[in-house]
Nanobody
């Protein structure tokens, strides 16, 4: 199971940019899929972007054309480049990974999240 740590959140104005990073450790195999989710108070976590082991990417409609998910240089590391940020992009961003366990099962892991605050 992969241990995930997010970073890069902070305060940003509408129209600005942020780059979030998620570093995974504890697994010798690449994750099957890694994702970014966003959660706002009182709401469930919303899937924002995903990248598969074969580098196929998908995005929520709300962020298409503005956010880019990519792999970092290290194994099980992903980046979320957020451009043209809107007020609605605010929230806690969580990294998630589906990875292989030692018993041959795919298990899900979550990071603790990084806060993105959008202020006018």
């Amino acid at each position: 199971q992969v241990h995930l740590v997010e970073s890069g959140g902070g305060l940003v104005h509408p129209g600005g940019s942020l780059k979030l990073s998620c570093v995974g450790s504890g697994s010798i195999r690449p994750a099957v899929k890694m994702d970014w989710y966003r959660q706002t108070p009182g709401n469930q976590r919303e899937l924002i972007a995903s990248i598969t082991e074969s580098d196929t990417t998908t995005y929520a409609d709300s962020v298409k054309g503005r956010f880019t998910i990519s792999r970092g240089n290290a194994k099980n590391t992903i980046i979320l480049q957020m451009n043209s940020i809107k007020v609605d992009d605010a929230g806690v961003y969580y990294c998630h990974a589906d990875s292989w366990s030692d018993t041959g099962r795919i298990v899900g892991s979550w990071g603790r999240g990084t806060q993105v605050t959008v202020t006018v």
